[in-house]
């Protein structure tokens, strides 16, 4: 615990503490514009780069940039944009400076293949932000999306069992957390614990996640966070280019397929295209001292998108497919609480089995299909106008193991299915700055559908909501100023079957978010942001009419129909500390929720045939969320890094002055990273070492769980990579050892806790070849 | 000409785009949902039944009823008392059933059929059973016992006991024992029981 105050009176005193340091007087200012050497028309995603103060910017949508806060004297400016050759020039700085017309041109030797065409702007600077790309995206492919984003500070995974995983942001997942993918808000059956985002994280090259009420710029339910999964670029460059992954572990002998085409048709055709694909199969987890019976899993991805670019227009059409089977570890099947206590009391599993890839019941299958449309049109006085339009289909079937042995042995039917449809369309206008004001208003529209079949869990429905947002940002020279403002509404029809008559039940739901923020640049390396936003969550479907057994919980769950919808307010305040050596982000944040909803356990049970089993109903509290996250990288030498990473979350009802359940405990990882400068032919090679320590949870309502939190471990990682040429043939390999010492231990986040120990020792084979089959010269 | 063409890749762009969009999948939420909650719920159970017959005269002579016509719901199940005559042996055959099913779902007939992943067991509290005994078993070699048929010994009258009936089942590649801890519950009652003279 003494860890835990440290940490936190760490980021108390470090925040402060430099906000109060004195800024120097740099102030002046560099703008201008870049053009399209090949086009004419505004450059947009252009960077430039100062290289005196390692500082930069990218140009909008009418090429224009703008670089504040620069102290005097002789710079050096790059200009660059992949598929272009930069360009390099030097200015004399002695106030503010407007370049006009700087243009860029195509590069003709170009060596490397491009997949990526810049950066967009981030839509709300003042969020806290974490991503995972390049080589550190690298390092989690194969693992599921959950499981990587685990990478990142403040992030942490919700898991039952191996192979499901949800994101878990400053201590909230399921509906709390949103996930973005492809812009489109990722619409399963969410609110589930064990219902992971069925998304290929393949398809991205780039991960983030917004630490904060990012409501008005995503929408109600946005109220930890976000999850932004957006798939690559399209290449903007005449030419087909590929990537190839391959990904081998040995705990559950995964292997995992992913391979990639894109391209440029020529001048004759002015489309980029774009097909993916990914395959994976695993069969069962090995814990220290045994397999986990049925804890496979088999997925199958693919996705295509095809582009239109033009000066004035653009457009995009993106499909996916993901479709998974997975077993769920036989040993959590259990009948009833007094089964739930024999296992808690047994140290092994009381199914025993050897490796295998077979998947039996119970087991899920998941489908979900996407498309989106994206339209842009630039319209020279008023701004860049883009159209999104999406359609979703989720598909969850569920396997239950059965009375009956017979139909048990038959993988047809399924027990629970649930069917949901959803459509959406966004428009938003990014306009053209003002003054220094820029921002973007927009319009949203969502319709819902789902229907059920089996076993009863939540009832179908229809659902349709509106929303409109305005946000802009002022630009102050060392501070960016933002604010945001959000309506949505939200109409609900339940079709409730009592008895077989079924009940249209109507719900109507609507709020306002709210967001202001700050950027403020101390000094060249130190960079300050605070947000504070309110954002607001309906009741979900399974909160207000959830009534069944859930099997593997041996609990009931009832749930209330006369909800409220939630209300969060939610503070980040960060601090970034770019020098040479060192690199750091640390992050403190306050999270306050009206009518927090979470399953209250009722003091009796309930009584069945099948025996008795404790039931929990929705209950409405508040509830209060405060902690901090910490990354730290630190240059020692030219080979030796050493990184820190950390989180912290503390959360109480305060309605009833205690803890909440399944909150993550501290966790913290220092790891240290040795790159041999002295091997020229394998060249980004490294070795690392990381121990990741989760310490024990202490902080938990009395008498609400089965046992107690697991008590707290360390693992050991070690890990080496190495990108090596054959011929100009590049070969990326990273091989990494997970739980070193095959320790046993179990986690707290893990909903199979009571049942089986964590995966054993695991080695895993990452190779990336990217491939160039043809380009234009 | 250029321009034409560019519309003409743009109509196709769009074309291209529509064309992801698959239909008609069934996802009408008005459309009728399956009959009751419960009835989806293939683990279902909402009656036991237990016929005594009089191991001295062979004739049906009492049938006792346990029932939950809610399934899951809050209602507590709802049983029969078990009344026996003193110092008497009873022939005592289960059926279960799940009444929300259509046609009625006769359970016991499904636990007959897989007799060799079943065992029920059966305790007293109190002192108003003497004595039970399995009668029926499974197909291993050896036979263990099921425990849909068994014989009843009643004690002497007084005071009330209570009747339990624990069904294990054993799936998933776990061996079946006779230990009523093992396996997953399937079924867990009480009967009250009294004695007369």
Known sequence: MKFCFLFFLFNLILVPGVLFAQPDSCNAVLKGNVLDGETGKPFQYASVFIKEFQKGASTDSNGFFQINNLCQGKVTVVYSALGYKSFTTSYKLNSDIRIDQIILHTDTCQLESVTVYGKKAE????????????????????????????????????????????????????????????????????????????????????????????????GSDAIAGVVIVEPRNLPLKTGINGEMNLVGMSNNRQG????????????????????QGTMSKAGNVKAPHYYQANTGFEEKNFSYAVGYNRKWFSGEIFYSQFNTTLGIFSG??????????????????????????????????????????????????????????????????????????????????????????????????????????????GTVYMQQANIWQGRFLIPNFKSQSFGGFIIEKWGLGKTDLEAGLRYDKKFLDIYLNDNGIVKLLPYSFSNFSGTVGAIYKISKALNWRTNAGTTWRPPNVNELFSKGLHHGAAAIEIGDPTLKPEQAFKLVTSLEAKSEKLNLESSLFYSQIQNFIYLKPDLELVQTIRGAFPSFTYTQIDARFYGSDLFASYEMSKSINLIVKGSLVLAENITEKGYLINIPPIRYSPAIVYRPRFIKEAYNSYLRFTLNRTENQWRVPENSDYANPPAAYTLFDAEAGTDLLFG??????????????????????????????????????RIKVPVSIYNKN | MKQTKHIIFLLAFVAISISGCKKNKATDPTAEQPVNPGAGDEENITRIQLQFIDSANNTISKTFTLRDTDGQGKNPPVADTIKLEVNKTYFVSQSIYDDTKTPLSVVSDEIRKEANFHRFHYSIKGSLIAQTIITDYDTRSPAQPLGLEFKIKSGNAGGNSIFNINLRHFSNGIEKTANPADGEQDILVDFPVRVNN
């Open chain 1, 123 to 218: 839509e709300i600077g003042s969020f806290t932000r974490a991503s995972l790309t390049g080589k550190e995206l690298d390092r989690t492919r194969g693992l599921s999306l959950g499981d990587a984003l685990k990478e990142l500070p403040g992030v942490t995974t919700l898991k039952t069992g191996n192979s499901i995983s949800k994101p878990v942001i400053h201590g909230l997942h399921s509906n709390r957390v949103l996930v973005l993918n492809a812009g489109l808000r990722q619409e399963g059956q969410q609110w589930g614990n064990e219902h992971a985002p069925e998304i290929d994280p393949f398809v991205s090259d780039k991960m983030t996640v917004v630490k904060g009420a990012a409501g008005v710029r995503y």
């Open chain 1, 256 to 275: 995992t397929v992913s391979g990639l085409l894109e391209g440029k048709f020529g001048k004759w055709l002015p489309l980029m295209w774009r097909l």
């Open chain 1, 332 to 441: 959590s099947h259990i009948g009833s609480v007094s089964d739930l206590q024999n296992a808690i009391e047994k140290s092994e599993p009381a199914v025993k089995s050897g490796f295998s890839y077979e998947i039996n019941r119970p087991f899920q299958h998941v489908e979900h299909e996407l498309v989106r449309a994206k339209f842009s049109a630039y319209l020279a006085k008023i701004g860049s106008l883009n159209l999104l339009l999406g359609r979703q289909f989720n598909n969850r079937s569920e396997f239950d193991v059965l009375r009956n042995s017979i139909a048990n042995e038959s993988k047809e039917i399924p027990q629970l299915q649930l069917k949901l449809t959803t459509h959406s369309a966004d428009l938003v206008l990014e306009h053209k700055p003002f003054k220094n004001i820029s921002g973007s208003i």
């Open chain 1, 728 to 765: 100009k043939q590049k070969v990326s390999i990273i091989f990494q050892v997970n739980n070193l010492f095959d320790v046993a231990y179990r986690d707290y986040m893990n909903r199979f806790r009571y049942f089986t120990d964590e995966m054993g020792r695991n080695f895993t084979l």
